[in-house]
């Protein structure tokens, strides 16, 4: 007997995939997450984190449209 899914599988990646995909340092990414402005980890043992794909596409998808970032010291 098949089985039907009423959502899409969720996808997750590792560190090294989401360096690959976010140009941030590790601290940088950990300190946004903190911050509560970056998808938080989830913790699948005590010694693996991963990070579900479709938050952190949708978070990029979000600093698109958002347009530029304000510069330090630019008066924003």
Avoid: C, Y
Wanted: glycine share 6%.
């Amino acid at each position: 007997m098949q089985t039907k899914f009423t959502h899409k599988p969720t996808v997750l990646i590792d560190k090294k995939r989401l360096l690959e995909i976010i140009p941030f340092s590790e601290r940088t990414i950990f300190n946004l997450e903190q911050q509560g402005a970056f998808p938080r980890r989830i913790a699948l043992s005590s010694r693996k984190v991963v990070w579900d794909l479709a938050e952190i596409l949708e978070w990029l998808d979000a600093r698109k449209k958002g347009g530029p970032a304000p510069r330090p010291g630019m008066g924003a």
